[in-house]
């Protein structure tokens, strides 16, 4: 897949944060979107080369009816609708931390009948190392002072290892998976294009921060899909 071929790429939770930014990145380079959400019914959408479609990413049947035609799907979903209400999508991913190893699954599942059809999952960075061999999500009292300074309850810390679960998931798979943990501090911001690429440790700026913005983000996913760097394997990013 090189960068100046017109992509098909398909986009789970195209409405959300990273998700929607991801679509406008991957339109405004002329790539073809298909975006999809729990229900697109309602969606308005004016601009050319995207259709929407529904789609259950927790059932095989559902992802596997839209992969026909697709070159990648990057998967950017979230429990709840973190982009209008983050506090239900927290209280959602407390209360059921498998449910991205349910959607691990149902996507690597999905794949089987489409084993050529790159797969690109958004997780967080929970699962990134805080040093060799040491996974944020199991340093207790690392993972709550992050999730102190970002202002979430120390009770996501589970989720946080939910999320790190979906990615063993994908490691044991033999599909066409890339993981792309994000810093630990993302938000809209500006797309500058200038970051740092790091693979399973956190990528921290000159102040001992982790952070990214959405913008960035999705133009590091795009990239990605364009032009494969991280095949079966989890990268991240940082400034």
């Known amino acids: 897949m090189n960068k100046g071929r017109t992509m098909h790429i398909g986009v789970i939770g195209a409405t959300g944060t990273i998700g929607s930014r991801v679509v406008t990145e991957a339109l405004g380079r002329g790539h073809h979107v298909r975006a999809l959400s729990r229900d697109a019914s309602q969606i308005n959408e004016s601009r050319a080369n995207i259709t929407w479609a529904s789609v ?15 070159d990648v799907l990057i998967s950017g979903f979230q429990p709840g609708n973190a982009a209008k209400d983050l506090a239900d999508t927290v209280r959602r991913s407390i209360a059921d931390p ?9 996507l690597v599942k999905a794949l089987e009948s489409h084993p050529r059809t790159r797969l690109i999952v958004i997780g967080g960075a929970g699962s990134l190392e805080t040093a060799p061999g040491v996974v944020l999500a199991d340093d207790v009292d690392r993972i709550h002072e992050t999730l102190d300074q970002l202002g979430l309850p120390r009770e996501y810390a589970a989720a946080a290892r939910g999320a790190r679960d979906g990615l063993n998931v994908l490691r044991t798979s033999n599909r066409l998976w890339t993981y792309f943990s994000p810093a630990e501090e993302i938000a809209p911001g500006e797309r500058t294009g200038r970051f740092r690429i790091g693979g399973d440790q956190t990528v921290r700026d000159a102040e001992g921060r982790s952070r990214i913005s959405a913008e960035d983000a999705a133009l590091a996913l795009v990239d990605e899909a364009e032009l ?6 989890r990268f991240t990013i940082g400034y």
């Open 56 to 70: 259950d990413i927790l059932d095989p049947a559902s992802i596997a009816a839209i992969l026909p035609g697709l």
């Open 98 to 106: 498998t449910v991205h190893s349910v959607a691990a699954r149902a």
């Open 228 to 233: 494969p760097r991280f095949v079966q394997r």
